[in-house]
């Protein structure tokens, strides 16, 4: 009915922003599109990038997906989910030479805990990689749900231990806004 808004703040990946309904009045100093989807994970993003990136042609790509990549397929690596971030990146690129690029750090959820190894090195890989980077910005906000006993703060997730509710969303939320564009 009502086209969404061109040269927004665009957020894609998986339902950690697919649940963040709400996002608006987190940053309501800013115009945000929430394009997140419910499990996917990067091949899904790259096979919807004409879809749901390219078209809202933003003045800003927040980033959120890698988790899943890991939970749908026990054999996948670190070294696979930085490859398909690159891939992602690229057709980015391709097409938004110099939008700026905020990607978010996999989170440690409690009931993906056997992932956690993984899923820090493909969040240094990806790192290193933005660091490298023009117009990009890597997040972690691993680190940040963490107690001081390195483990995830149980009051910050929802009861699947996979998903986050209001307080774990404004863990995100502080670290993400020093990052957005006005």
């Known amino acids: 009915i009502k086209a969404p808004p061109q040269h927004a703040i665009l957020f894609v990946g998986s339902s950690s922003f697919t649940k963040w309904t709400d996002v608006q009045s987190y940053f309501p100093k800013y115009t945000i599109i929430n394009r997140g ?3 996917s994970s990067l091949p899904d993003v790259i096979r919807y990038t004409n879809d749901i990136i390219i078209p809202y042609h933003p003045k800003e790509i927040v980033i959120y997906c890698g988790e899943n990549d890991f939970a749908n397929d026990d054999t996948v690596t670190a070294q696979t989910v930085f490859s398909r971030f690159k891939t992602l990146f690229g057709m980015i690129r391709a097409k938004m030479k110099t939008v700026p690029v905020v990607y978010i750090s996999i989170k440690p959820s409690p009931s993906r805990r056997k992932y956690w190894t993984k899923m820090i090195e493909a969040n240094s890989l990806i790192e290193n990689y933005l660091s490298k980077q023009p117009h990009t910005v890597f997040i972690n906000v691993f680190d940040l749900m963490l107690n001081d006993h390195n483990q995830p703060k149980p009051e910050i997730y929802l009861d699947d231990s996979l998903h986050m509710n ?5 863990i995100w939320q502080k670290a993400i806004q020093p990052h957005l564009i006005k």
């Open 166 to 170: 209001a307080k774990g969303y404004a």
């Open 37 to 39: 989807f419910g499990g």
